[in-house]
């Protein structure tokens, strides 16, 4: 997708290209249908296309790249203060911070999110979670409601995040390597795009734009039919066992099961969640929940964590 940002294009592949990297589409899916998730962090290696992807996203869903939250941002910057310029000529004139701005552009994008400052991703996560920024400083008294699709990137390698700022994210997805016949399909796919942004009235490009179209429309249906799917007694309870099979420190990981599970039936047009919804997510709310996880150690979710549910989910 060629898209707008401030009106000037942005050569990003446009989203329903995009080659491999299911559960991490899936997750920015469900959170987009039912916000209240609380946002995705995403963990994978450097070149795993973990920003493509998510500018696609924002395009798709919004027309517009994200709001991206830069490595040494302050507090002025994040929640708003007042513009230099205007105070040099003697006059206060508030500036916007970048979290309304992601409430007008509809996501927050935060690259290497275990390298901020611990501070600061408090404040954001604090936000997130109650919808609510207030802002109380020199001048300034203010209390705003704001929106947005949070979304988290960090490369294991360079660093980890406390546990206590890992459990708000609402959802955890690691990129996955791609085989060596997706391998070639995103080789032949981004140089094909490459070449067609160049041409005036692509039909390869106007095919993906009507793709993209088609899966913005389904993931806005799928969020207005949220409220409407019944999450019954039986499959909330099996959302609290599978949570304790897995080791899940806390209770958080239990309720974003079924709110990711929720989201997923609601994708998919079912009336009411099924087990099959809840086995689906339980990765994407739990990975970063288990023990190992909160330790600092081992984010990945395999073989040992399906173990432990298959007599649950027979």
């Not at 998730?37 to 994978?44: R, S």
């Not at 941002?73 to 205007?86: F, I, P, S």
């Not at 206060?92 to 911070?97: D, E, L, N, S, Y």
Request: proline share 4%; aromatic share 4%; with cysteine.
């Amino acid at each position: 997708m060629i898209g707008a940002a401030g009106g000037t294009p942005a050569a990003i592949l446009p989203y329903s290209r995009v080659v491999g990297q299911d559960e991490l589409k899936l997750a920015l899916e469900l959170n987009f249908i039912a916000p209240g998730i609380g946002g995705v962090l995403i963990a994978g290696q450097r070149g795993t296309a973990k920003s493509t992807v998510v500018r696609a996203f924002a395009l798709m869903t919004g027309g517009r790249l994200p709001v991206t939250l830069p490595i040494n941002a302050t507090d002025d910057r994040v929640l708003g203060g007042w513009e230099l310029d205007a105070l040099m000529r003697g006059e206060a004139k508030r500036q916007t911070g970048l979290l309304e701005e992601a409430h007008e552009k509809g996501m927050l994008y935060v690259d290497e999110v275990n390298l901020l400052d611990d501070h600061i991703v408090n404040i954001i996560l604090d936000v997130v979670s109650t919808g609510v920024l207030s802002v109380q400083r020199e001048g300034i008294d203010t209390e705003t409601h704001v929106s947005f699709g949070l979304v988290g990137t960090m490369n294991p390698e360079e660093g980890s995040l406390r546990a206590q700022l890992l459990d708000r994210f609402g959802l955890m997805v690691t990129t996955s390597e791609l085989d060596t016949g997706e391998r070639h399909r995103m080789i032949t796919t981004v140089l094909t795009f490459e070449e067609e942004r160049d041409v005036p009235g692509s039909d390869w490009l106007r095919t993906a734009e009507e793709e993209n179209r088609q899966q913005r429309e389904g993931l806005l249906a799928a969020r207005g039919r949220l409220t409407a799917v019944r999450l019954g007694t039986d499959v909330s309870r099996l959302c609290a066992e599978a949570a304790a099979r897995t080791g899940a420190v806390g209770q958080r990981g239990d309720l974003l099961v079924a709110k990711a599970a929720r989201a997923l039936a609601a994708k998919e047009g079912a009336p009411r969640v099924e087990p099959r919804h809840v086995r689906r997510v339980l990765p994407f709310a739990l990975r970063h929940r288990r023990p190992d996880s909160v330790h600092g150690s081992e984010l990945s979710w395999g073989p040992d964590e399906e173990a432990a549910l298959d007599e649950l989910f027979g």
